[in-house]
């Protein structure tokens, strides 16, 4: 059975090859130029389909006026419904309480389990993290909420510190550089990579949540910006090098746009990537139909368990 990693890019759509306000017309990116045949991470470059990589664009705005948020839109990649239409509105960032009950009734990580399978989300948080939790000083975003409900644990310090969860920045650079952070590793960008790589290969569906996207989006700060993207592609470099492409499935994927268009505050109404390596049959198989978020767990989900198409 083949593997998927998803890297869950928060805040990323495809915007136009503009480098006075898209990072990734801006950024050195050769990691990513490379997968892509030599093209940026841009509109025009959608559909895309080579020998090692498959970019669709999917619709974030499923049929509701209004611009896409994050709760809403995690919950649809996440459930496969339609959330914003079925509570009438986009709404985020945290889910509220129709959000939080569907993706509590059933979510994608919860599928997974219940077919046997093996899920992660490789974040770790810190301890401040669980007592703004537990005292409700703060809510659980979608994608750990969907964790949780499915009965998994997040992680914490003690796995950063085996190496079987990442700081946000994925070194650990960001983290120590907070005073009251417990001291976890600090690796090179490769090293992550690596690690990530190696970690995910111990279950069926990895999950990373790299929100610093969306961060970085709202900030507005085009060097800060393309700094942190070209970080990532220095991770994404050292994940392709040990990861089994020839046999398992990395996705990159959004939830609505914002980072691609730093001349404006808020979120966009551009479509998302949905960035596939590996094998061609899988990722023709993925890619079978799927338009717009809802279609997200569903192609997971049939990956995964289905009898995959011969090579």
């Known amino acids: 059975m083949p593997r998927i990693l998803t890297l869950f890019l928060d805040g990323v759509g495809l915007g136009d090859d503009n480098p006075d306000h898209n990072p990734f017309a801006n950024a050195r990116l050769p990691t990513l130029t490379k997968l892509l045949g030599g093209r940026r991470l841009v509109a025009r470059s959608a559909p895309l389909e080579n020998e090692t990589t498959t970019l669709v664009a ?116 960001g983290w120590a550089a907070q005073h009251d952070f417990p001291p976890i590793p600090i690796y090179t960008k490769a090293e992550a990579g690596k690690l990530v790589a190696l970690t995910s290969q111990g279950f069926d569906l990895s999950w990373f949540d790299f929100w610093l996207t969306d961060i970085a989006g709202h900030r507005q700060d085009m060097t800060q910006a393309v700094t942190m993207l070209e970080a990532f592609d220095e991770m994404l470099d050292g994940l392709l090098r040990t990861w089994p492409t020839d046999r398992d499935l990395i996705i990159l994927v959004s939830d609505h746009g914002n980072l691609e268009d730093l001349s404006r505050r808020g979120h966009t109404l551009n479509p998302v990537p949905c960035l596939l390596i590996g094998p061609q049959n899988l990722r023709r198989e993925f890619t079978r139909d799927l338009a717009d978020l809802t279609g997200f767990s569903t192609a997971v989900l049939r990956i995964l368990f289905d009898e995959p198409p011969p090579a």
């Open 58 to 173: 999917l619709d974030a705005s499923l049929g509701v006026e209004g611009t896409p948020q994050s709760a809403t839109g995690q919950a649809s990649l996440l459930t496969g419904r339609n959330v914003p239409s079925e509570i009438d509105r986009h709404y985020g960032p945290k889910p509220n309480a129709p959000i939080k009950d569907i993706v509590e009734a059933d979510n994608l990580f919860a599928q997974v389990l219940r077919k046997g399978g093996r899920a992660t989300l490789l974040n770790g948080y810190p301890p401040g993290y669980f007592d703004s939790i537990n005292r409700r000083h703060r809510l659980y975003s979608v994608i750990p909420l969907a964790v949780v409900a499915a009965g998994l644990k997040l992680l914490t310090t003690k796995d950063m510190q085996a190496g079987r969860a990442f700081s946000a920045d994925f070194t650990g650079k």
